[in-house]
């Protein structure tokens, strides 16, 4: 298990019998694949008390080969777990990758854009902060994101992204700020 799922775990006071829940989470997350995932419920003789017998046996006979498996996940999800706890913990877990550099800022910001639109519409309101999730990725958008540098000439790119260096400190403040406020309240954002 990951520094992410402890802190998170930490954080909500969840039980072992929630761990459960956070490989649901990382799925749909993609931080597993869909073969880790079914070895996982397949392995998992925990399951049918934690779902109950009809929807362990559903997951059990569903097809993992199906392109609808993530939304058969998600509606599983939200029949047998909290949704908000799944957008609390999604969002946890970019803050932490962000502050720790596993993400770089242009694709960190279309990152937080994305989740926040989803939460709008699933939750109706957002654990990240508008200027966060809106406000960077309007500037970042004329930006690459690493995995196209290798498109770049070098000198190019490398003054393209100057600019980045500005917005640096101020990007990961606002990430930190909205984390603690994240960490240390119940409240919506």
């Keep these: 298990m990951n520094i992410y799922i402890y802190e998170f775990l930490f954080y909500l006071g969840m039980t072992s019998l929630n761990i459960h829940k956070i490989k649901f989470y990382q799925f ?13 419920v397949f392995e998992n003789e925990e399951l049918e008390r934690i779902l109950g017998i009809d929807h362990h046996n559903d997951l059990l006979s569903y097809n993992f080969k199906s ?18 706890d799944f957008e ?10 962000i502050n720790t550099g596993a993400i770089e800022m ?36 004329k930006y690459p994101i690493e995995s196209e540098y290798s498109h770049w000439n070098i000198e190019a790119l490398n003054k393209l992204l100057e600019p980045l260096n500005f917005y640096k400190e101020s990007f990961l403040k606002d990430v930190n700020e909205n984390l603690e406020q994240l960490l240390n309240s119940e409240t919506k954002i």
């Excluded at 749909?28 to 996982?40: G, S």
């Excluded at 993530?70 to 908000?84: A, G, N, P, R």
């Excluded at 609390?88 to 990758?97: A, G, M, N």
């Design 28 to 40: 749909l997350n993609e931080d597993l694949t869909i073969e880790q995932f079914k070895n996982w």
């Design 88 to 97: 609390r913990w999604r969002t946890i877990v970019l803050f932490k990758k």
């Design 67 to 84: 392109t609808f498996l993530s939304s058969y996940i998600k509606s599983l999800v939200k029949k047998c777990f909290d949704w908000e």
């Design 106 to 141: 242009v694709l960190a910001s279309h990152k937080l854009r994305d989740i926040y639109l989803e939460q709008k519409e699933e939750l109706k309101y957002s654990f990240i902060n508008i200027s966060l999730a809106i406000g960077y990725e309007s500037e970042f958008i």
